[in-house]
């Protein structure tokens, strides 16, 4: 059975940072390539971040580009997202999920999903 355990989530202030953490098990980690993203309330899910399954190549959104840094270690079968200079906007749950296609930032590409952890960032 696939999971996907997101952690690292919290209340921090505008300018503030935080780390998100995606454990993963029960699949071939290193096969996947992998993304983070977000939903907030009354919106749809959107595109955060992205990389390859060998960690060369990594894809962002235009609204988080210059302020996030997605990583992984395969070792550890983790995937990491670093939020800088958070803006209230970037309140939302967040989501890490692994796809087997090419197609980083299409939601429907991914075949697995976590349950997500909340960010809210106060002004």
């Known amino acids: 059975q696939v999971q996907l355990v997101e952690s690292g989530g919290g209340l921090v202030q505008a300018g503030g940072s935080l780390r998100l953490s995606c454990a993963a098990s029960?699949?071939?980690?290193?096969?996947?390539?992998m993304g983070w993203f977000r939903q907030a309330p009354g919106k749809e899910r959107e595109f955060v971040a992205a990389?390859?399954?060998?960690?060369?190549?990594?894809y962002y959104a235009d609204s988080v580009k210059g302020r996030c840094t997605i990583s992984r270690e395969n070792a550890k079968n983790t995937v990491y997202l670093q939020m800088n200079s958070l803006k209230p906007e970037d309140t939302a749950v967040y989501y890490c999920?692994?796809?087997?296609?090419?197609?980083?930032?299409?939601?429907?590409?991914?075949?697995?999903w976590g349950q997500g952890t909340q960010v809210t960032v106060s002004s």
């Open positions: 029960g699949l071939t980690f290193s096969s996947y390539n």
């Open positions: 990389i390859r399954w060998t960690g060369s190549n990594t």
């Open positions: 999920a692994a796809t087997g296609t090419v197609y980083y930032r299409s939601a429907v590409s991914y075949q697995y």
